[in-house]
């Protein structure tokens, strides 16, 4: 089989004959074709196939009303005990409250929210405390006026539901509906969109020993076969976004190989999230022990992901990343700020 990624560009003028990637600011007009056990070659753009260079090219979708022209940055609010990141620190409802409305006022034009740390390692948390500790915060939110979508960070369809009836308008499932298999039932008479995120394993144990043949073309082939079964149980694909998975049952050499291949996931024809904010591998090449000391690092791989066109970034570090993106693209793409 023959994968086909793009080489994202961004500097003007767009050559003639160059296509738009996925309708936002980078084009190509040359693509990489990949093949197990083959080295890569390129071709030109115009000789990709015609169905895979409909889905690089086609404008994605609005998602929860966001268009996907601009990147778009997703807000992460942990109310947890124990985040990697922020645990504890907003498992306070109040305290939730304040951040969320702390990062719609610092740019978030999503938040995302989630009552189950997936750190590697993490325990399973029981369904009425994950509902407990999310649905308040979000029906408290939207009770303050709060009109920023709210996205519900769950592998369980009772905890998005409780979400959606209290206000939350997408689902962001870290297990691409196969943890609890009611979740697909869930989003399709729902309506709403969904982000389907790779991992190998679960939190418990996927930094055990994680492996793969080829990681970016095992990463591509799973987020395939999961938008084929999400698409077969009714929902369009133009409500779903798709996530490789940052740090989820992936090493150092993974995580890297999966940046530096990230425009291939444009051939899948959805909007692609990245999830990287303050993970280790960030400390591990950045030498920052601590999470909340890879706030540049973040910052880097994020600028990075817009680089290859990579339409939605979920980042704890809102104004920080918010003014890199505006001012990478105010350098960068020209005629498009
Ligand atoms: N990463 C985390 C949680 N949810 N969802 C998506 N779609 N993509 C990700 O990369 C992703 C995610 C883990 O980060 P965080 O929420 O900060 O920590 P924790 O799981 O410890 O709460």
């Not at 030109?44 to 690089?56: N, S």
């Not at 979708?61 to 907003?90: C, E, K, Q, W």
């Not at 049952?249 to 291949?261: F, P, R």
């Amino acid at each position: 089989m023959k994968y086909f990624r793009p080489i994202p560009m961004t500097d003007a003028p767009r050559p003639q004959g160059a296509f738009s990637l996925a309708g936002g600011w980078c084009w190509f007009d040359r693509v990489a074709v990949l093949e197990r056990g083959q080295p890569a070659r390129l071709i030109a753009a115009a000789d990709v196939p015609g169905e895979t260079l409909a889905r690089l090219t086609a404008p994605r979708a609005m998602i929860a009303g966001l268009t996907l022209d601009v990147p778009r940055l997703m807000g992460i609010l942990n109310v947890t005990p124990d985040s990697f990141s922020d645990g504890g620190r907003f498992f306070d409802p109040a305290a939730a409250v304040a951040q969320a409305r702390a990062l719609a006022a610092g740019g978030a034009d999503i938040l995302d929210i989630g009552g189950e740390s997936t750190r590697p390692g993490a325990p399973e948390v029981p369904l009425a405390e994950e509902i407990a500790r999310t649905a308040p915060v979000i029906a408290a939110l939207r009770a303050g006026g709060l009109t920023a979508p709210i996205s519900i960070d769950t592998r369980k369809a009772p905890v998005a539901e409780a979400a959606l009836a209290a206000g939350a308008q997408m689902v962001n499932d870290v297990a691409a509906f196969s943890f609890d298999p009611a979740m697909a039932a869930l989003v399709a008479a729902r309506g709403v969109p969904v982000c389907l995120m790779h991992a190998q394993g679960r939190p418990a144990t996927m930094q055990a020993a994680p492996h793969y043949d080829d990681v970016l073309l095992d990463v591509y082939d799973y987020l395939a076969a999961r938008l084929a079964v999400t698409e077969a149980a009714g929902i369009c694909k133009s409500r779903i976004v798709l996530d490789p998975g940052l740090g989820f049952g992936k090493t150092l050499a993974h995580n890297v190989a999966l940046l530096q291949g990230m425009a291939l996931f444009h051939a899948l024809g959805c909007p692609i999230l990245l999830g990287a904010s303050r993970k280790r591998f960030i400390g591990t090449l950045g030498q920052a022990d601590a999470p909340q000391d890879r706030v540049a690092g973040s910052v880097a791989v994020a600028l990075a992901g817009v680089a290859q066109g990579v339409q939605l970034l979920r980042v704890h570090d809102i104004s920080e990343t918010r003014q890199a993106v505006a001012v990478w693209r105010a350098v960068t793409i020209r005629g498009k700020t």
